[in-house]
């Protein structure tokens, strides 16, 4: 497995998780790296971006709440989530694409760009409860 997530849980309304994602042969400066996530039912959305200079981007509904960041040395992924809601649940997937891919910044969280082109982890469930 190229990225390997950790961390998801459940926790109830209010509370923080942060998770992690593995990629040990991965260099961080040739690629932007991703969380999207799934809510039962509903298709796969981008929540964070980190691109390979260090310049983050949020989706709006995490915007305050989540923080994306990056250990270059120990090629670990974070996605620190505060204040959770119940509409946050969902299986949290940690996804790669090279730098060189991406055609403008419009595309930074594209999911069709990432599953064509980039690299997926197998995903960690997050549970959030009234």
């Known amino acids: 497995e190229l990225l390997v997530e950790s961390g998801g849980g459940s926790v109830k309304t209010g509370e923080s998780l942060t998770l992690s994602c593995e990629a040990a042969a991965l260099t961080f400066s040739d690629y932007y790296m991703a969380w999207f996530r799934q809510a039962p039912g509903a298709g796969r959305e981008g929540v964070a971006v980190i691109e390979n200079d260090g310049n983050t981007d949020y989706a709006d509904s995490v915007k305050g709440r989540f923080t994306i960041s990056q250990d270059n040395a120990k090629k670990i992924l974070y996605l620190q989530m505060n204040n959770l809601k119940p509409e946050d649940t969902g299986v949290y997937y940690c996804?790669?694409?090279?730098?060189?891919?991406?055609?403008?910044?419009?595309?930074?969280?594209?999911?069709?760009?990432?599953?064509?082109?980039?690299?997926w982890g197998q995903g960690t469930q997050v549970s959030v409860s009234a």
């Open positions: 996804a790669a694409v090279e730098e060189t891919s991406i055609p403008g910044p419009w595309a930074t969280m594209d999911l069709g760009l990432y599953t064509t082109r980039g690299f």
